[in-house]
């Protein structure tokens, strides 16, 4: 029994100094970056509260609840959905790699869980964050002037039966051949 205990202090200690960089987002920050990363603006409030509640923000959180069931990053990832050292689980990612400030890969299984079990898969979401009241994230100013996705700036177009002309300068002299 001391001896699962000693592994699994060493397996944390190993996992935490391989981890060199992460982030505490605010809740505007992490709503911006749920923005880029495609999430839906109308789950969006539950998502910031589901990490407010299981990482407080922070991409480098990591809980072991047992030496087979630990849980990983900014949407606390369970282990089955990942592999420790090597690429592998129902993400095909490393466990490691959802320690780090890069959250795109966290981002993209946490989408993948959704769609298999939903937020229930989340117990803490369950408990504080289903029927509660939402991080307002209204205020924040991605939410209110997201960035734009427009197409780049086309030329006027001209009225129906009318054309566009277009002057240019010739840097050369021209000929003009006069037909009589």
């Known amino acids: 029994m001391a001896g699962g205990r000693a592994v699994t202090l060493l397996a944390v200690l190993a996992l935490s100094c391989c981890v060199v960089q992460s982030t505490v987002y605010s809740r505007c920050q992490l709503t911006r970056e749920l923005l880029k990363l495609q999430f839906s603006r109308t789950f969006l409030s539950n998502w910031v509260c589901l990490i407010e509640q299981v990482s407080d923000r922070n991409t480098a959180t990591m809980v072991v609840k047992s030496p087979r069931r630990k849980y990983y990053g900014l949407f606390q ?104």
């Open 77 to 180: 990832i369970g282990s089955e959905w990942c592999k420790e050292g090597r690429k592998g689980g129902k993400c095909d990612l490393t466990c490691e790699s959802l320690l780090d400030d890069d959250i795109r890969d966290d981002a993209s299984c946490a989408q993948k869980v959704f769609e298999m079990e939903g937020f229930k898969y989340w117990t803490k979401w369950e408990a504080r964050c289903k029927g509660q009241t939402l991080p307002d994230i209204e205020k924040c100013p991605d939410w209110q002037h997201p960035p734009s996705r427009a197409s780049p700036v086309r030329e006027k177009r001209t009225l129906p039966g009318r054309t566009s002309r277009k002057f240019s300068f010739v840097p050369y002299p021209v000929m003009t051949v006069l037909r009589i």
